[in-house]
């Protein structure tokens, strides 16, 4: 948005700055899914990217992002090198524009390399300024919600460098609003999107080829392929986003979207392929069938209760895409029991699923040593 006092209003044209945030070494397919949904002017940086969009098109990004976590409409820059310049800088934006009196707001502060080094005093400056602007102007102010706000304001400080903006997305888009629960160190749901896309799945899919998660856990893999498969907005089933309640928010445009999006998905499960998740742990596996049948996916993903040593492909079926999550940690040795798991897999992969392709997540390479297979990073 414009450096006025008065920010103009927005009209179907209007081109606003935006930046995408991802987490580390996600960056590159986060600029390719931005391209893919149609938007231009993106430029790749650490944790993210940058872009130029309408509002319509940033609305499609926090729809249909598999990998982003925060969408952030950028209002405003300026320098802030003492307490004092970050509360007139926030004190010049006309929050009135973007929020009534009667609203909610909340602040999200991050500084790196700044003079201002508490993010709690940051934050505080910040809703300072917007509560003191507000009943300077018009008499009252509207109240704090840290949980889920009418706006969320997203300030981030790098080297006294002041970035205001609002966060679209209002809550992290992994949460995509299915998984009530998970098992221990549940894999998020953009990381889970981020291996399958690394994987090739979507090519695999758009061909009709299965997939199976012989370690499903909380079936985070096997839900994210379904979403994939069927060509379903990660962000359709989520309950709250952090425009709706935004004075500028287009509802004619976000409900276009919306349509759009639910017949894309109801088109696209009438050709989801085979999609099977295994655990040996049966409270794993009713923890992803409650999580699929949040996700909408009742009788299109399959979770059942298996050890890994029993997974094998299904008879007379063609080979498809084999992704696993399994346990890793810093023990290599004997007694972790890893090596033999790992071992065990690779076993598996050689004599069960030749032809298949296969992922496997592992925080350590030296882990991967352990199948016996050629891989590619």
């Not at 309408?54 to 609305?59: C, D, F, G, M, Q």
């Not at 099977?276 to 999580?291: C, H, L, M, Q, T």
């Not at 999550?325 to 699923?353: C, K």
Request: aromatic share 8%; glycine share 10%; with cysteine.
């Amino acid at each position: 948005m414009q450096d006025s006092d008065t920010d103009p209003q927005p009209s179907i044209l209007t081109r606003y700055r935006f930046f995408a945030t991802t987490p580390k070494n996600m960056e590159s397919l986060l600029v390719g899914e931005l391209r893919s949904l149609g938007v231009d002017e993106v430029s790749e940086t650490r944790a993210g990217a940058g872009f130029s969009a309408s509002l319509a098109e940033a609305y499609r990004v926090c729809l249909w992002s598999r990998v982003a976590n925060r969408v952030l409409l950028v209002l405003r820059e300026f320098p802030a090198a003492t307490p004092d310049a970050l509360y007139e800088g926030a004190l010049n934006i006309p929050w009135e524009d973007h929020l009534g009196q009667e609203g909610s707001f909340s602040v999200d502060f991050s500084t790196s390399a700044s003079g201002i080094t508490h993010s709690h005093f940051g934050a505080l400056r910040v809703k300072d300024a917007v509560v003191d602007r507000f009943r300077a102007r018009l008499g009252s102010r509207p109240s704090v919600d840290k949980g889920r706000p009418d706006i969320r304001i997203n300030v981030y400080l790098y080297r006294d460098k002041a970035t205001v903006s609002l966060d679209l997305s209002g809550e992290s888009l992994h949460l995509r609003g299915y998984r009530k629960q998970g098992m221990s160190a549940p894999l998020k749901e953009n990381l889970a999107a981020a291996i399958l896309l690394r994987a090739g799945w979507p090519a695999e899919a758009d061909q009709g080829r299965p997939f199976v998660d012989p370690m499903c856990g909380s079936g985070t893999l096997s839900i994210e392929a379904a979403l994939v498969a069927s060509d379903s907005a990660p962000g359709l089933g989520r309950e709250y986003w952090g425009f709706t309640g935004w004075k500028l928010h287009d509802e004619s445009a976000w409900e276009t979207l919306i349509q759009e999006a639910t017949n894309r998905r109801r088109a696209g499960m009438e050709r989801l392929p085979d999609i099977r998740g295994y655990d040996r742990d049966p409270k794993a596996v009713s923890v992803a069938i409650a999580n699929a049948e949040r996700a909408g996916l009742h009788g299109k993903v399959h979770f059942e209760k298996k050890d890994l040593s029993d997974c094998r492909p299904l008879s007379q079926e063609a080979p498809g895409l084999l992704v696993a999550n399994p346990p890793y940690g810093e023990r290599l040795d004997v007694e972790s029991g890893l090596p033999a798991l790992y071992a065990q897999l690779g076993q598996i992969l050689t004599s069960r699923f030749a032809g298949w392709r296969a992922g496997i997540f592992t925080g350590n390479p030296e882990l991967g040593k352990r199948f016996g297979l050629r891989a590619k990073r």
